[in-house]
């Protein structure tokens, strides 16, 4: 007989159910805490953030919040009439919202940046890309992080 086949079977069959209904339970796209709304309605100006042109990859399960790598990048010409002006990123759940924010010009070439951040624990993060003509573009990305970051006490 084959122990450590069975014990794999025995983890599937025992750990698949356990983990569908841990993903089933966390909430499905609730609104951001009012500290983010507020950041973020703040960086907009007033003026309602509509999705797409911006892509925001992050990776969807993170072991260690210390260190995440994370790219943004923006569809645009970069010209002097059209061009991404900032880049926001926003965080649900760290101790504070603002997690960066990149000033762009025309002379860029790419609306692209590239950084690494700290996240305190499993939560949806925010980019937001003024652009030169005043509307602000949004994209959004939930992920899961086993080992948290950001923990204060």
């Known amino acids: 007989m084959d122990f450590a086949a069975l014990s794999r079977r025995r983890l599937i069959v025992t750990g698949l159910p356990a983990l569908i209904l841990g993903l089933s339970l966390r909430p499905a796209h609730a609104a951001p805490p009012p500290r983010t709304l507020t950041a973020m309605r703040e960086f907009a100006g007033g003026v309602a953030p509509m999705n797409g042109r911006v892509l925001l990859d992050i ?21 002097e009439t ?28 790419q609306a692209w940046v590239m950084t690494r951040i700290r996240l305190g624990d499993t939560q949806t993060i925010h980019a937001l890309a003024r652009m030169s003509d005043g509307s602000v573009r949004a994209a959004s990305a939930e992920l899961l992080v086993t080992l948290p970051a950001c923990i204060e006490g």
């Open 59 to 79: 990776p969807p399960l993170v072991e260690n919040g210390n260190s995440v790598p994370l790219t943004v990048s923006v569809e645009s010409p970069m010209t």
């Open 82 to 109: 059209d061009h991404v002006a900032e880049i926001a990123l926003f965080s649900e759940r760290n101790p504070l919202p603002d997690i960066a924010r990149f000033r762009l010009g025309p002379r860029c070439g």
